[in-house]
């Protein structure tokens, strides 16, 4: 039986009542536990408690005909119901298409001290057999399951702050790691060898975050008809978002805030799963900057019949074994909601998501201006942190949309008004 992730009303739900529908979709049996202070003080060092983010379920996604439930750790207003809304959008029109390259990493080792380094790079690459068999031995596991040192690159920079040095590149396929600790372990290994092929001295030797060999890809068509609101005509929205995108593939101001958008969607699935959001935001920035100016990461585009495309393209280092997603009972609770076979059919949905939190906040800012929707959301965590709880929230919510004022001060004011009336 095929389940949907199509699950109207969701929203309307509570809390408990919308985990019994995740439960039911994603045939979790046992309970949904957080993370308990025992186990937080074996994961860092110096705990004294534990910090929550909501974690929201994004409904709508079709990704490589196969339906998502997507859990998303944010604190942001907005996104969950912003990914929903545009995963619906291009659920119209087949869902999102996504591919992925193999996991592999980059071991960056750094060579110094050398006479000639074009000789040492000539002579390393001439060696690099040897250079792979001695990574591949030191971790039979991982190479048995196909995965390991795959091959070696390495370039020359002529001009440093410390003159030149030779660049080895270690690309290490990692299957359903991350491999960060697999990947620094097999650049510790190889150092001395590769000091006595190049005659030079080894400093650095550690994983580089620019996972460019590892790059996940995702495409959705959105119909033009199904754009269409408030007023606003089909075409005329795909034409506002492809000049929304045109502003950010010239203009790295707007790059910034357009690519924060995309993160929005990523980071959250990234945070939800367990995996290192900050490896993931530092790759996809530095991949925007690749050309040598910063730019947008994703593409949009008018097809033949008019309907809108749209690509995303970046760098998305995440695994399924170890570190906190082994660790985090949440984030084993994330990932069997999910239910995805591999990390690279994990970088498949997240990639997927973020072409969806990009359509959805650019939609929004070319259609209708981002405050209409946003505001309204943002105006909750105002009133809560105005000091109001239970119907108090709902009112001063009220309030402050209409009166668009969504500011501390005047939600203060309207829960005394309340308060006084009680």
């Known amino acids: 039986m095929n389940k949907s992730s199509r699950i109207a009303g969701l929203y309307k739900l509570g809390p408990a009542e919308r985990l019994d529908v995740v439960r039911a979709f994603a045939g979790l049996e046992e309970e949904v536990e957080g993370l308990s202070l025992e186990r937080a003080d074996r994961m860092i060092e110096n705990v004294i408690g534990i910090h929550g983010l909501p974690l929201g379920i994004a409904t709508n996604f079709t990704i490589n005909s196969r339906d998502y439930l997507i859990p998303m750790a944010i604190e942001e207003p907005s996104v969950v119901a912003g990914a929903s809304y545009a995963a619906r959008l291009v659920r119209s029109g087949g869902g999102f298409q996504a591919h992925s390259d193999e996991p592999r990493m980059i071991g960056q080792i750094q060579v110094l001290d050398l006479v000639d380094p074009w000789t040492a790079r000539f002579d390393l690459l001439a060696a690099k057999e040897r250079v792979i068999a001695l990574a591949n031995e030191q971790d039979p596991v991982i190479v048995g399951l196909g995965g390991g040192a795959k091959d070696l690159e390495a370039r020359v920079i002529t001009n440093s702050p410390v003159g030149q040095m030779l660049i080895v590149h270690l690309i290490y396929d990692c299957r359903d790691a991350m491999g960060a600790n697999t990947v620094n372990t097999a650049c510790e290994a190889v150092a001395l060898l590769i000091e006595e092929i190049t005659g030079g001295r080894v400093n650095l030797r550690i994983l580089s975050n620019l996972a460019d060999h590892r790059l996940a890809r995702a495409r959705c068509t959105v119909p033009a008809s199904t754009l269409e609101r408030d007023g606003f005509s089909g075409p005329k929205v795909v034409q506002g978002i492809i000049e929304a995108y045109a502003m950010a593939a010239a203009d790295p101001y707007r ?168």
């Open 255 to 422: 790059a910034a805030t357009h690519n924060k958008g995309i993160m929005n969607g990523i980071d959250a699935v990234v945070i939800a799963t367990g995996n290192d959001w900050r490896a993931i935001e530092a790759g996809a920035h530095a991949y925007a900057a690749r050309s040598g100016r910063y730019t947008s990461l994703s593409t949009w585009a008018r097809n033949e019949d008019g309907d809108l495309v749209g690509t995303l393209e970046l760098p998305l280092a995440v695994g399924m074994v170890g570190g906190a997603t082994k660790v985090h009972p949440m984030a084993q609770a994330a990932l069997k909601v999910l239910g995805v076979r591999s990390a690279r059919e994990l970088a498949e949905v997240i990639a997927s998501v973020g072409l969806a939190q990009n359509l959805a906040a650019i939609r929004a800012l070319s259609a209708e201006g981002i405050q209409r929707g946003h505001m309204a959301l943002h105006a909750r965590q105002i009133a809560m942190a105005a000091g109001a709880t239970g119907s108090e929230v709902d009112t001063i919510v009220d309030r402050l949309v209409r009166e668009r004022a969504i500011r501390l001060d005047r939600a203060k004011k309207i829960l005394a008004e309340l308060q006084d009336q009680k």
